[in-house]
């Protein structure tokens, strides 16, 4: 069974850094698009950053120019660094991933990890 395995959440200051892991655990056949999303308190999940298998990355505008998605395919991960945090990115951020098996096409969300930054 796949799953996503996310680290790195914490407590920060603004204008500090955190960097966030996910790993895919499982056999798949491919992976297509991996990607950030986040929930603030009180609000709906929201994009913060995606990247496809060549390497294309787009970014919500809210992080542009702050946070910096990667992907290593050979490893199945994904990072997301994380700089001049703001109060405002504290959420949850959950993994999010496309993927290929046998069976087709299917998607998968990770467990979440808190980031929280202080004023």
């Known amino acids: 069974q796949v799953q996503l395995v996310e680290s790195g959440g914490g407590l920060v200051q603004s204008g500090g850094s955190l960097r966030l892991s996910c790993a895919v655990s499982g056999t798949v056949f491919g992976i297509d698009v991996m990607a950030w999303y986040r929930q603030p308190p009180g609000k709906e999940r929201e994009l913060v950053a995606n990247?496809?298998?060549?390497?294309?990355?787009n970014y919500a505008d809210s992080v542009k120019g702050r946070f910096t998605i990667s992907r290593d395919s050979a490893k199945k991960t994904v990072d997301l660094q994380m700089n001049t945090l703001k109060p405002e990115d504290t959420a949850v951020y959950y993994c999010y991933t496309m993927m290929r098996n046998w069976r087709g096409t299917f998607t998968s969300w990770g467990q979440g990890t808190q980031v929280t930054v202080s004023s």
């Open positions: 990247i496809d298998g060549s390497g294309s990355a």
